[in-house]
T-cell receptor
Framework: LAKTTQPISMDSYEGQEVNITCSHN???????ITWYQQFPSQGPRFIIQ???TKVTNEVASLFIPADRKSSTLSLPRVSLSDTAVYYC????????????FGKGTRLSVIA | KAGVTQTPRYLIKTRGQQVTLSCSPI?????VSWYQQTPGQGLQFLFE???????NKGNFPGRFSGRQFSNSRSEMNVSTLELGDSALYLC???????????FGQGTRLTVV
C-alpha cells in the first residue's frame, strides 16, 4: 500500500488560498489519489479525486505532477467553515486494497 | 438520493456485552466498508464487503465481524466489548472498484 505523508497542521486566514501537499513516493501505476474532509464527529466527505495532471471541481483543485509522487489540494478563498481535517489517500483503481487513512492535516482557518 | 445511513447514531454498552451496528449504503452501491476511528489511532480499516462477500479485512481481532445482505445492507458485530472499543464506527459505500466512496455519519459507541 502506498503510504502518504502530509503536514500535521496548517493555519490560514479567511479569504486566502490554501494548498496542502501530500507525498506518496511509492505510488503504483494503478493508484489514484483522493482527498477527504472531515469535521469532528462526522464521517469523511469526498472532496476530489484524480489520477494525473489537474482536476477541478466546484470546491477544490487537485494538482498532480508527472511523476505522481506528490499531489496538492488547493482550496480557493477558505472560510471559517473549512476548518477541518483533510486526508490524502492513495488507492488502486481495481479496488483490490481498501482505502488507508493517514493522520491527515488539521486546517485551522482564522478570521 | 439518500446518503449512507448508519444506525444507531449513539450507543452505550457495558464491558463484556456485544453490539450490532447497521449500515444502509447508497442505493445501487454494492461495496460497503467499515472503519473505526479513535483519537489515538485515527481511522482504521475494519473490513469490506462486496456482493455479500468479504473482500478485504483489516488487522482487528476476531471479536469484530461483519456481514452483508443481498440488498447490500451491512451489519458489524463486536462481541465481548472492551473499554478500548469505544470509538466512532464509520460505514462507507461505493459502486465498486475505483469508484468514489461515501461515508455515513457514524455510530458513536461508548463502552463503560
Amino acid at each position: 500500500l502506498a503510504k502518504t505523508t502530509q503536514p500535521i497542521s496548517m493555519d490560514s486566514y479567511e479569504g486566502q488560498e490554501v494548498n496542502i501537499t501530500c507525498s506518496h513516493n511509492n505510488i503504483a501505476t494503478n493508484d489514484y489519489i483522493t482527498w477527504y474532509q472531515q469535521f469532528p464527529s462526522q464521517g469523511p466527505r469526498f472532496i476530489i479525486q484524480g489520477y494525473k495532471t489537474k482536476v477541478t471541481n466546484e470546491v477544490a483543485s487537485l494538482f498532480i505532477p508527472a511523476d505522481r509522487k506528490s499531489s496538492t489540494l488547493s482550496l480557493p478563498r477558505v472560510s471559517l467553515s473549512d476548518t477541518a481535517v483533510y486526508y490524502c489517500l492513495v488507492g488502486d483503481v481495481v479496488g483490490n486494497t481498501p482505502l488507508v487513512f493517514g493522520k491527515g492535516t488539521r486546517l485551522s482557518v482564522i478570521a | 438520493k439518500a446518503g449512507v445511513t448508519q444506525t444507531p447514531r449513539y450507543l452505550i454498552k457495558t464491558r463484556g456485552q456485544q453490539v450490532t451496528l447497521s449500515c444502509s449504503p447508497i442505493s445501487g452501491h454494492r461495496s460497503v466498508s467499515w472503519y473505526q476511528q479513535t483519537p489515538g489511532q485515527g481511522l482504521q480499516f475494519l473490513f469490506e464487503y462486496f456482493s455479500e462477500t468479504q473482500r478485504n479485512k483489516g488487522n482487528f481481532p476476531g471479536r469484530f465481524s461483519g456481514r452483508q445482505f443481498s440488498n447490500s445492507r451491512s451489519e458489524m458485530n463486536v462481541s465481548t466489548l472492551e473499554l478500548g472499543d469505544s470509538a466512532l464506527y464509520l460505514c462507507a459505500s461505493s459502486l465498486g472498484a475505483g469508484e468514489k466512496t461515501f461515508f455515513g455519519q457514524g455510530t458513536r459507541l461508548t463502552v463503560v
